[in-house]
């Protein structure tokens, strides 16, 4: 028998919104009350059962329109006794709040909770095009408070020689796995233009996704005047598109509370599996940067939960900022690069939309109706967020776990396993760094006029054969034959001599 404080997932809602005329553009609380609204339908609820709220978590927007979504969002949605709290900037939140208010709702914490959030981009760009004001505060006036600490994820070091940008240590991640693949140069451009051409393929077929449209391998890897290098090797498509203006919401409660409501049994999707795990925060503290052991660990502990192996999974949702966010995914989950499931219900972020933090709630809510229309299949949704940074997995289906018979539904405390991630070794790291020295990744920056412009590099002390030499951040000369000549050939392990010029390290390879 399954527990009635099980919990489940009874409604949800993804909502693109595109080409509204400017004077009618709903903004960024109208887009959050939309998907709500709807989520309360999916489940066969009334809206005025809204005011049995106990919670209401909203996923922060990249630019938040009032000082209180959150009491905003509850004040429409007449949720007066709802206890209202801000997700920080970071895009594994949306799993992360599945993942605690499941634990939540399974110890009789809380009792009906919303997961909601949204991004207005694509309204802010017509906006400012058009000459208009955009001014969507509305009361409270409150400050919204934030449900975890807003953690920094890199520091005054890496943001001075250029290491902040998302495209920028994503690119430095993916020749790090380049090099370590083995791959020519050449070889892996195509590499990730094959796979995410597959991500496309799925976008075309998906309801809302903002690019629903094929594009070849050949199309996403190589450069061209509507498809520019970024960062090397990023091209434009291989980028998360957060210009959209998309909103998702997701409906929790407990099976008990479900079945007394009326939910349709149809609607109701448990939560088999989850686990939520973090690399070092700073990128420069990595152990290397070439595999991802949080997503490893946080794969094995969420197919455990769920007492499954990872071939009992039909459907993936990779989170997808980056080609590189896919393969160390694939590569610590094990799922071959052969393999014939799909690695997205949505398009993923290129092509689906990044909806900035809030992919991950459109993703669920996509995976929920996969496995609805496919009673008993499992689908795994993975959520990163940062550089690779923080991870969290939820495995889900409509029938009830055999994992969670009897005991009841509970997770193993993420605080355990994470005491084991953070004893990893990792080298230490010098900020003036000076003598002979190696390259161990790197990114060349473009400009828009399509020309490298700076070269990153995290390096190593020594000659490269020790493994916890100290490791520094450096820039390259500005020589344009230079970097012209790092995107051609493979400079990982190449030796040179770094410097510290006025508090910035210099190596020229």
Wanted: contains cysteine; glycine residues 10%; charged residues 25%.
């Amino acid at each position: 028998m399954t527990n009635d404080q099980t919990p489940v997932i009874v409604g949800v809602a993804r909502i693109t919104d595109r080409g509204r005329p400017l004077d009618e553009l709903p903004g960024p609380m109208g887009l959050l009350e939309m998907a709500a609204e709807r989520a309360f339908a999916d489940a066969g609820l009334d809206r005025a059962r809204a005011a049995e709220l106990d919670t209401i978590a909203i996923v922060k927007c990249f630019r938040e329109s009032t000082p209180n979504s959150p009491a905003s969002l509850a004040r429409r949605l007449g949720a007066d006794r709802a206890k209202g709290w801000l997700m920080p900037d970071s895009g594994n939140g949306p799993q992360y709040l599945v993942n605690r208010y499941a634990e939540a709702i399974a110890e009789g914490e809380n009792g009906l909770v919303l997961i909601a959030g949204c991004e207005p981009k694509d309204s802010v760009r017509r906006l400012k095009k058009a000459g208009m004001p955009i001014d969507w505060a509305e009361a409270p006036d409150t400050e919204a408070e934030f449900l975890v600490p807003d953690a920094k994820m890199s520091n005054g070091y890496e943001t001075a020689h250029g290491v902040w940008l998302a495209a920028t240590v994503y690119a430095m991640i993916e020749n790090g796995l380049r090099h370590h693949y083995g791959r020519s140069i050449e070889e892996h451009q195509m590499a990730m233009g094959r796979l995410f051409a597959r991500f496309s393929e799925v976008a075309a077929q998906t309801e809302g996704a903002w690019f629903p449209q094929v594009r070849t391998a050949e199309e996403i890897a190589t450069p061209s005047a509507d498809n520019r290098m970024v960062n090397w090797p990023y091209t434009k498509l291989m980028n998360a598109f957060n210009n959209v203006d998309q909103s998702a919401a997701i409906l929790m409660t407990s099976l008990g509370r479900a079945r007394a409501w009326g939910v349709p049994e149809d609607r109701i999707t448990y939560l088999h599996g989850c686990a939520d795990a973090f690399e070092p925060m700073m990128v420069s503290e990595r152990r290397d940067y070439h595999s991802c052991p949080a997503i490893g660990m946080m794969g094995r502990k969420a197919l455990g939960m769920a007492g499954i192996g990872l071939d009992a999974i039909e459907w993936f949702d990779l989170y997808s900022c980056f080609p590189s966010a896919v393969e160390a995914a694939c590569d610590e989950l094990g799922i071959a690069a052969d393999d014939p499931r799909p690695l997205t219900v949505t398009g993923g972020l290129p092509y689906h939309g990044g909806a900035g933090n809030n992919y991950v709630t459109s993703s669920i809510a996509a995976m929920v109706e996969r496995v609805r229309a496919k009673p008993g299949a499992k689908g795994m949704v993975t959520a990163n967020g940062g550089y690779l940074t923080k991870h969290a997995a939820g495995i889900y289906s409509t029938e009830p776990s055999p994992a969670h018979d009897g005991s009841g539904w509970a997770r193993e405390n993420p605080a355990n396993y994470q005491a084991e991630l953070d004893a990893l070794p990792t080298p230490p790291v010098v900020k003036a760094a000076e003598g002979d020295a190696v390259i161990e990744t790197y990114t060349v920056v473009f400009g828009r006029d399509g020309a490298p412009a700076k070269g990153i590099l995290f390096g190593r002390l020594g000659d490269g054969s020790d493994p916890m030499a100290p490791r520094f951040v450096a820039n390259t000369p500005d020589d344009a034959d230079l970097l012209t000549a790092m995107t051609r050939e493979d400079f990982i392990g190449r030796s040179g001599r770094v410097a510290n010029v006025e508090r910035i390290n210099i190596m020229r390879p």
